[in-house]
């Protein structure tokens, strides 16, 4: 495997970020070849659940109706509960100016699966490749080793994960920053009840418990859970950990005997948050979580991922060429926009996740401000869909907590009296 005259673009990593890199950059005429490491797709409790932004695209590219088909779920609200499942705030997808107004639930495996299958004729993905290190000419990224062989083309895209080699070797770093808490997932089967089929977030003094439906009928759980707190409980004390966990949120009432026969099969996902200071060098480009880690309270990562490629795509179909000058110019203006819209996604799902898992004062404020404020909740909401940032001011953030009154609180901001107004979903 020598020489650069098969490819024109490397992308490394087969996830969401890589798939959807290739998917983009395909569609631009580019030869792709994706390479993996892993020889087949391993199952993972998260990147599930996806944001009409990320719609938007996976539209364009023939994903979403293949999801749809492939029997993923419409999602229309995404909902901050007390405990006993009352609402908190109350994000109504339906007011968005979309054709995509909700967001859509399916299994990570599914999503890998049909990105896979509408990847243009001119990506090729290899499995069981593991990419060694990157290959330079003075300080230009121009290809990779990969099992012992070099591979030299224009591009090489690195969506390798949180712990990415080729950020690592191309001198970019990404600092991370824990939470003190991890999440344990638990996928569901058969609840109790009748279950709201939204997305919904549950406050209690245990910290977050989140919850939306996946096709046949199953849920998936999240459970807030301090870093060595399951270590080591045998049966019974999983049992009463569950029981704990069900008597500080009345809420789940209907998932209680599913919960309950389920516990014993978890994931236990650490939560971070991290963007790299730098996105591309000469010749490389970061996607996905080797640049940027989010706290999955308000389901940014994966949608993040497909913005990367969609960003990166067309930065590179404005430049037209992938001539190292040309291109250098376009994946410093990609860096320059994913950097600004990152660095505002992360800032809110941050704050999402305090107002949920911290319980403070401010928090707890905040979260009451929000939800009985239509103006700001429908600009976050804004933010959060993916189409498009809708910043907060100071004073904006006076009145989520509550220290200077709104007297615009229940003015609607203008897109959402638009679509209203249109027929969007007035409600």
């Given at each position: 495997?020598?020489?650069?005259?098969?490819?024109?673009?490397?992308?490394?990593?087969?996830?969401?970020?890589?798939?959807?890199a290739?998917?983009?950059?395909?569609?631009?005429?580019?030869?792709?070849?994706v390479?993996?490491?892993?020889?087949?797709?391993?199952?993972?409790?998260?990147?599930?659940?996806?944001?009409?932004?990320s719609?938007?695209?996976?539209?364009?590219?023939?994903?979403?109706?293949?999801?749809?088909?492939?029997?993923?779920?419409?999602?229309?609200?995404?909902?901050?509960r007390?405990?006993?499942?009352?609402?908190?705030?109350?994000?109504?997808?339906?007011?968005?100016?979309?054709?995509?107004?909700?967001?859509?639930?399916?299994?990570?495996?599914?999503?890998?699966?049909?990105?896979?299958?509408?990847?243009?004729?001119?990506?090729?993905?290899?499995?069981?490749a593991?990419?060694?290190?990157?290959?330079?000419?003075?300080?230009?990224?121009?290809?990779?080793?990969?099992?012992g062989?070099?591979?030299?083309?224009?591009?090489?895209?690195?969506?390798?994960?949180?712990?990415?080699?080729?950020?690592?070797a191309?001198?970019?770093?990404?600092p991370?920053?824990?939470?003190?808490?991890?999440?344990?997932?638990?996928?569901?089967?058969?609840?109790?009840?009748?279950?709201?089929?939204?997305?919904?977030?549950?406050?209690?003094?245990?910290?977050?418990?989140?919850?939306?439906?996946?096709?046949?009928?199953?849920?998936?759980?999240?459970?807030?859970?301090?870093?060595?707190?399951?270590?080591?409980?045998?049966?019974?004390?999983?049992?009463?950990?569950?029981?704990r966990?069900?008597?500080?949120c009345?809420?789940?009432?209907?998932?209680?005997?599913?919960?309950?026969a389920?516990?014993?099969?978890?994931?236990?996902?650490?939560?971070?948050?991290?963007?790299?200071?730098?996105?591309?060098?000469?010749?490389?480009?970061?996607?996905?979580?080797?640049?940027?880690?989010?706290?999955?309270?308000?389901?940014?990562?994966?949608?993040?991922?497909i913005?990367?490629?969609?960003?990166?795509?067309?930065v590179?179909?404005?430049?037209?060429?992938?001539?190292?000058?040309?291109?250098?110019?376009?994946?410093r203006?990609y860096d320059?926009?994913?950097?600004?819209?990152?660095?505002?996604?992360?800032?809110?799902?941050?704050?999402?996740a305090?107002?949920?898992?911290?319980?403070?004062?401010?928090?707890d404020?905040?979260l009451?401000?929000t939800?009985?404020?239509?103006?700001?909740?429908?600009?976050?909401?804004?933010?959060?869909?993916?189409?498009?940032?809708r910043?907060?001011?100071?004073?904006?953030?006076?009145?989520?907590?509550?220290?200077?009154?709104?007297?615009?609180?229940?003015?609607?901001?203008?897109?959402?009296?638009?679509?209203s107004?249109s027929?969007?979903a007035?409600?």
């Open positions: 495997m020598t020489g650069g005259t098969d490819h024109d673009v490397v992308v490394c990593g087969a996830g969401v970020a890589g798939l959807s290739a998917c983009a950059l395909g569609r631009l005429g580019h030869r792709v070849l390479l993996e490491k892993r020889p087949v797709p391993q199952p993972v409790a998260k990147g599930e659940v996806l944001q009409p932004g719609l938007a695209v996976l539209r364009e590219w023939g994903v979403a109706d293949r999801l749809e088909a492939a029997g993923a779920l419409r999602l229309e609200h995404l909902v901050a007390a405990a006993d499942g009352t609402p908190r705030m109350l994000l109504d997808y339906g007011r968005l100016p979309t054709p995509q107004p909700w967001l859509l639930a399916h299994d990570y495996p599914t999503i890998l699966a049909t990105l896979a299958e509408t990847l243009p004729p001119s990506v090729e993905v290899r499995r069981g593991l990419v060694e290190d990157l290959l330079r000419t003075g300080d230009r990224v121009t290809g990779v080793r990969v099992d062989a070099e591979l030299r083309v224009p591009l090489v895209v690195a969506a390798d994960g949180t712990s990415s080699r080729l950020r690592r191309a001198g970019l770093t990404a991370r920053r824990d939470y003190p808490h991890r999440l344990a997932a638990f996928e569901l089967d058969g609840p109790d009840g009748t279950v709201p089929a939204d997305f919904s977030a549950y406050v209690t003094d245990g910290g977050l418990r989140l919850r939306y439906p996946l096709p046949g009928g199953r849920i998936r759980l999240y459970v807030q859970v301090a870093p060595d707190e399951l270590r080591g409980l045998g049966p019974d004390g999983l049992r009463a950990w569950a029981d966990v069900l008597d500080g009345p809420g789940l009432a209907p998932l209680a005997g599913a919960f309950r389920g516990v014993d099969r978890r994931q236990v996902l650490p939560v971070s948050r991290a963007l790299a200071p730098a996105l591309a060098v000469p010749g490389l480009a970061l996607v996905g979580e080797s640049g940027h880690l989010v706290h999955p309270m308000a389901a940014q990562g994966m949608n993040s991922s913005a990367d490629a969609h960003t990166l795509a067309t590179l179909r404005q430049g037209g060429s992938l001539r190292p000058g040309v291109l250098d110019h376009a994946l203006r320059t926009a994913r950097r600004h819209d990152l660095h505002h996604i992360g800032r809110t799902s941050h704050n999402a305090r107002m949920i898992t911290d319980r403070s004062w401010i928090g404020r905040a009451t401000g939800g009985g404020n239509a103006r700001i909740r429908h600009e976050v909401m804004h933010t959060m869909s993916g189409l498009g940032i910043r907060l001011t100071p004073v904006d953030r006076l009145h989520q907590i509550g220290v200077l009154p709104d007297p615009r609180a229940a003015r609607l901001p203008g897109w959402a009296r638009a679509a107004g027929g969007a007035a409600r």
